[in-house]
DNA sequence: CGGCCTACG
DNA sequence: CGTA
DNA sequence: GCCG
């Protein structure tokens, strides 16, 4: 249902975060559901669709379309807000500001001589069209290959992953996600940053937000080891040419448009090869699945989850990464795939935005690992069990096999 | 009635 | 403030 | 707005 998404978006800009995160919750759980709903019976007992959506919900199955949603639609306040919040580089806050100004274009803003827009606004507006029309699997394929080209050519043995909304079966997105690592520890160093360097020798880099790994050696003389490895990532805009997309459709484009390229965002993270798990669990899932987890991680287990690693407060250590240290395995590569294993039995369903396919083929590729070492057994046991339990979409779908 | 993900620049 |  |  677009239409929660669209009420959590007003509530967005009207700076009602409670009642916002409460929509996005509603529209990830029908997101999740097999079908369309037809009739309020289908939800009973479903978890965040309380009073106010279930009213909304019952307006649009009895009169086909919801009065306050409508009124929403056709508010110059609304409309403008999306507009501006469309533009890369400009949120909220920004949108708000121009709107206070009697700003209501795009166009108006450009000529505006008082506004001062930073490197990423410059890109945002420059490539405005490009960037707002849809990537489609093709395109993204295509970028891979390019990537993985240039990549292999500085590294021969690093892996590049697709990530992101195209690994959770979308045939379509907004901007293109990988994961770039190498199977020996610390070798991903400086890797990020000479790809960068090569992409921009090929002439099809248009815009690059680097971001480091932020170690000084000065400021943290007291941080531990663990402390410093923030793995690098960068958020960039590449040209992609046509030609080098398979596929009858080629390139995403307006019709008459004859330049023969087209800009598109792509996402590059690079982390070492023992964050690797966490690093696929946290940029595979949607925005919605990774505050679930994180949720109830801190809530339920007392934990700390982000894309690096599992931190357990009550032993003050990286939990997983001690065993991970401890096992001569890739272990995530045993983890992964049995995870993968396990979410697929439970959920065939691959198509929507919410429903992260664990990515596998790649895995299984390489030989099944050896059974018989605890620690692979316990990790991979308290791995599945960690996601089984807050997977508000497996709660959903287990709900809809069994109660109905 | 308080909390709502967590990290980065 | 913005990005994921 | 929904939940614990």
């Not at 995403?252 to 800009?263: E, L, M």
Request: hydrophobic share 40%; net charge neutral; aromatic share 12%.
């Amino acid at each position: 249902m677009d239409v929660m998404e669209e009420l959590a978006e007003s509530s967005e800009f009207n700076e009602s975060k409670g009642p916002c995160l409460a929509f996005r919750q509603a529209a990830s759980v029908l997101k999740s559901l097999p079908s369309a709903v037809r009739c309020l019976g289908a939800i009973q007992g479903l978890p965040w669709l309380g009073e106010h959506t279930k009213a909304v919900m019952e307006e649009i199955l009895t009169f086909g379309r919801s009065f306050k949603v409508e009124e929403i639609r056709c508010d110059e306040r609304y409309q403008a807000l999306k507009l501006f919040t469309s533009v890369f580089g400009v949120g909220p806050k920004t949108a708000e500001k121009w709107y206070r100004r009697g700003l209501r274009s795009l166009k108006e803003i450009l000529t505006e001589p008082n506004i001062q827009l930073n490197r990423m606004q410059r890109a945002g507006f420059l490539y405005y069209s490009d960037i707002s029309k849809a990537v489609s699997k093709a395109e993204a394929e295509a970028l891979g290959c390019i990537i993985e080209e240039t990549v292999h050519w500085i590294a021969p043995d690093a892996v590049l992953a697709l990530t992101g909304g195209f690994r959770r079966g979308k045939e379509y997105g907004h901007d293109v996600d990988f994961l770039l690592t190498v199977p020996e520890m610390g070798k991903e160093e400086g890797l990020l940053l000479h790809v960068i360097d090569r992409l921009r020798d090929q002439g099809i880099l248009l815009y690059c937000d680097h971001q480091g790994s932020t170690f000084d050696v000065s400021k943290l003389p007291s941080c531990r080891f663990e402390d410093m490895d923030h793995f690098q990532k960068c958020f960039l805009i590449l040209r992609l040419e046509e030609g080098q997309v398979e596929g009858e459709r080629g390139l995403q484009r307006d019709p008459g448009d004859s330049r023969g390229w087209r800009a598109v965002r792509v996402d590059l993270v690079a982390p070492p090869v023992d964050r690797y798990a966490f690093a696929l669990l946290g940029w595979t899932g949607s925005k919605q699945f990774g505050r679930d987890l994180r949720t109830f991680a801190r809530k339920e287990r007392q934990m700390l989850l982000d894309n690096h690693a599992l931190y357990d407060k009550t032993k003050r250590n990286y939990s997983y990464r001690r065993l991970l240290r401890r096992t001569s395995l890739p272990i995530w590569v045993w983890s992964m795939w049995s995870l993968g294993r396990e979410m697929h039995k439970h959920l065939p369903l691959t198509d929507t935005d919410t429903i992260p396919t664990l990515y596998i083929q790649y895995i299984k590729g390489s030989q099944t690992p050896s059974l018989g070492n605890t620690f692979c057994h316990e990790v991979e046991r308290r791995f599945c069990r960690f996601i089984k339990a807050n997977f508000l979409q497996f709660y959903t779908f287990w709900h809809v096999l069994f109660n109905i």
